[in-house]
């Protein structure tokens, strides 16, 4: 295609927060009317790369050329007007206001004059007649289903003369025929000359949908290929294909006798009939998805969610949590997916965070044995080497990783038999995410199980003795180690 | 002198303290009757009744929420003590535990409905609030009561040892609050839940039981207010306490507790409390009508807290 035909040309974008490179030097090329899928593991800079482009953070280097023009310097409105827009994964409608409102919301003044709601209604009219859209102007988005909000933020983006459109997982939220409509829908806005890129960890919608496919890994831009060049597999395998097998200590250990027994646990409508067994001295892998259910089944076993059937067993006796602290004083640990909504309090410092929820194992009459908790705690510090600055250091001002650790230490205080860990290396430095998988296999040589959530494949296929893969709330295979390969567990993560 | 920089930026309660030097020096500037032996235990007989109230909100504050219904219970528990101690009928011990007990059930029904219904605290409280103030014309049929014990009048004007009871009330009640939140597993899991709610669930804690808690102690500190109040006007008056849990969250908010939960001291409340106090009774020393106090102390309340904002910045550049 000719140069003038190239509507987005990426020159080089590097990226980086606090020393951890995001993205490194990403070319990609993008032309009129083309429908683009990005492809890669969750974390491998898609969502960056996609506020890049918007504006809403600035690279650290390259360029991005938007209509023979290099957009560095304006700002998110800037953008906007000169036609990128994007269809967040959370969509950004106002749900108390009409579908022609939140269509013309914060554009209600066209030409310098004040536009009517009787000039949005018919303007809004006029727009979806032109798209054959069957929805009422007047409804309340509040009203509406998912897929029908989501046409009415693609209709916004048209209507503010939108000339590339990017969008964030568009279907994962949308039925099978949903999925069918917004197929025709896209092509129809391909046939307008609208570009689109977007990602999608469905292979068969990449390959439905697309005209090039671009997969990026650790930040860093594999290639854009057209389907001719690619299938399925080979896609697979430019996604994960990274050797770093050396990263994960080898630790062997004999696996002892089943701890955790789960028998047709059902969780509506996160997940249903799973089956699985953990044993003492065994990393049993969870793999699927964000939103597949893997977090769900975790959270049940440590009772901050309930299960809706099934039965789990606890060392032979029936196991059924009310609450956290039941499942605490059951001998388990959990740690959260999430370390700021459900690990740390941030005004409190290390010792402080490490004795939550124990607190009544240093009972001294009505108060603290504060002499003893501190005492404890100085030790898990420096068991666990989290580096801190000074004493009584608030544990908000304290690296990913060091926050982690302190996360860490506040499970392994209370010495528990099995240990949940969802994400237990997200956002974390690398030599915190060696010296936790380090801790891991050392808890599993004393014999702790362990129950180990994770979106990082790889690293999930080196600290697992058995993975079970999860999809749409369902088990869709249990792979022992040999068994496991990245591109196995994610074609049933995709199924 | 490097010792006192250190007490003011570093102590939490530092900012507040240096605002109340700084009044005290004012108002002992401009009249010689402030700084006087009388003047400061009238201040401190003033502020007992808001010190009391806000002690306990405190809790309730830095567990996340907000207890509207403090007014209300004042007026509630001082009707029911008065009641207790009308005639002599019963012994003032027992007038006083049953309204104590009375006080602590009123603050669990809150802290039942917050917690069963997850509906915002500031919206129960404030049904809670009119509902209260409902009960306590009901309980007096809408009149005041006197005919009260005489003893129950020694604890809201008598002295012992030459120190007014309510002060002493107010010692007494700050020494606990403040042992009970900085020293024992409760006030750690009270700040524990204000800080990070879900994450304290997932630790263990058991949030329900604690912020059911906190409400319980703001209906015993409301009790104990609501009996020093009848004992000190001598009757039981249904429509005490109006306006007063919006003293006491103020008193609360200038001490430095944030509205959002998390942290805060008792020392800033009582501080806080001292605040108020002070200026409201040195406008009185100066001839500042009643009206103007009211404007000026708004005013103040707002400067407070931004003035404590930009102190904060301040302080993370020392």
Redesign the interface.
């Known amino acids: 295609m000719a140069e003038q035909d190239c509507l987005l040309k990426i020159k080089g974008i590097s990226l980086a927060f606090s020393g951890t490179p995001i993205l490194k030097s990403v070319d990609l090329s993008l032309y009129q009317g083309e429908i683009h899928a990005l492809v890669g593991e969750n974390g491998a800079g898609k969502s960056s790369l996609f506020k890049c482009i918007l504006g809403i953070i600035s690279p650290s280097q390259g360029e991005i050329i938007f209509l023979n023009e290099s957009l560095s310097g304006y700002s998110i409105r800037d953008i906007l007007r000169k036609g990128i827009s994007m269809i967040h994964q959370e969509l950004m409608l106002i749900p108390e206001l009409t579908v022609a409102e939140n269509i013309f919301l914060g554009r209600e003044t066209a030409h310098g004059k004040r536009m009517g709601l009787s000039e949005i209604n018919q303007a809004t009219t006029d727009l979806f007649r032109e798209y054959d859209l069957d929805i009422l102007v007047g409804a309340f988005v509040k009203d509406l289903s998912i897929a029908h909000q989501q046409i009415i933020e693609i209709m916004r983006s048209v209507s503010q003369k939108a000339r590339l459109i990017l969008m964030d997982e568009p279907t994962s939220s949308l039925t099978e025929k949903e999925v069918v409509f917004f197929r025709q829908l896209i092509f129809r806005l391909k046939s307008e000359g609208i570009s689109i890129v977007f990602t999608s960890h469905k292979m068969d919608e990449v390959f439905d949908f697309s005209d090039k496919i671009s997969v990026l890994r650790d930040g860093e831009m594999v290639g854009t290929f057209s389907k001719a060049e690619v299938d399925p597999m080979s896609l697979v395998q430019k996604m994960v294909g990274r050797e770093m097998k050396d990263f994960y200590p080898k630790a062997l250990s004999e696996v002892g006798q089943a701890i955790i027994r789960v028998n047709d646990l059902s969780c509506a409508p996160h997940f249903e009939h799973v089956n699985f067994t953990l044993h003492s001295g065994e990393v049993l892998g969870l793999s699927g998805l964000v939103g597949a259910g893997r977090s769900d089944i975790g959270q049940v076993l440590f009772g901050v969610k309930k299960k809706t059937s099934g039965t789990m067993q606890l060392k032979g006796q029936e196991y059924n949590p009310g609450n956290p602290s039941e499942a605490l004083r059951a001998g388990l640990g959990y740690l959260g997916e999430d370390r700021k909504e459900m690990g740390i309090i941030p005004e409190m410092n290390i010792t402080e965070n490490m004795s939550l929820g124990l607190l009544d194992a240093y009972r001294k009459f009505l108060f603290i044995d504060q002499e003893k908790e501190s005492l404890d705690a100085a030790e898990m510090q420096s068991r666990l080497s989290v580096h801190s600055a000074k004493e009584g250091q608030r544990i908000q001002n304290l690296s990913g990783g060091n926050q982690q650790k302190v996360l860490f230490g506040r499970i392994l205080l209370n010495n528990p038999e099995v240990l949940i860990l969802d994400e237990p290396t997200r956002g974390i430095d690398v030599m915190s995410k060696f010296e936790i998988y380090t801790l891991i296999l050392a808890l599993k040589k004393q014999g702790k199980a362990i129950l180990l959530i994770s979106s990082d494949l790889p690293e999930l296929l080196a600290m697992s003795d058995r993975v079970i893969v999860i999809s749409k709330g369902k088990q869709m295979a249990e792979l022992s180690r040999d068994n496991a390969s990245p591109e196995k567990v994610l074609e049933f993560s995709l199924h | 002198m490097k010792e006192l920089k250190a007490f003011f930026t570093k102590t939490p309660t530092g900012g507040i303290f240096l605002a109340l030097i700084l009044v005290c020096a004012l108002f002992s500037s401009m009249t010689s009757r402030f700084l006087t032996p009388t003047n400061i235990s009238v201040i401190l007989n003033q502020v007992s009744v808001n010190a009391i109230l806000a002690f306990g909100v405190t809790f309730v504050i830095i567990a996340g929420g907000i207890d509207l219904s403090l007014g209300s219970l004042v007026a509630v528990c001082g009707v029911v003590v008065a009641l207790l101690s009308q005639n002599n009928e019963y012994s003032l011990w027992l007038a006083i535990i049953g309204t104590l007990i009375a006080g602590i059930a009123l603050g669990a029904l809150n802290g039942i409905i917050v917690v069963l219904t997850k509906v915002p605290p500031f919206i129960v409280t404030l049904g809670t609030m009119t509902i209260g103030r409902g009960v306590a014309l009901i309980l007096s049929k809408g009149r005041p009561i006197s005919d009260l014990n005489e003893s129950l009048n020694f604890l809201g004007n008598g002295d012992l040892f030459g120190i007014p009871i309510p002060i002493l009330f107010l010692v007494l009640s700050y020494a606990t609050c403040h042992i009970l939140l900085t ?3 409760f006030g ?2 009270v ?2 839940i204000g ?2 709610e ?9 949030v329900n039981r604690i912020k059911l808690y906190v409400y319980m102690i703001s209906g015993l500190f409301a009790a104990l207010a609501g009996i020093l109040l009848t004992a000190r006007i001598n009757t039981g008056q249904p429509n005490a306490g109006l306006g007063f849990e919006l003293d006491a969250i103020a008193a609360v908010i200038i001490g430095g507790t944030s509205t959002r939960g ?2 805060g001291t008792i020392t800033g409340t009582l501080l806080g409390v001292l605040f108020i106090g002070v200026i409201n009774n040195g406008l009185d020393l100066i001839n500042v009508s009643a009206y103007w106090q009211q404007v000026i102390m708004g005013g103040i309340i707002i400067l407070a807290v931004v003035l404590d904002g930009l102190y904060q910045k301040l302080k993370m550049n020392i």
């Open positions: 020293k024992t597993i750690r899991y700040k524990a800080g990070n879900m994450a304290s669930y997932v630790a263990g804690v058991r998390g942290k």
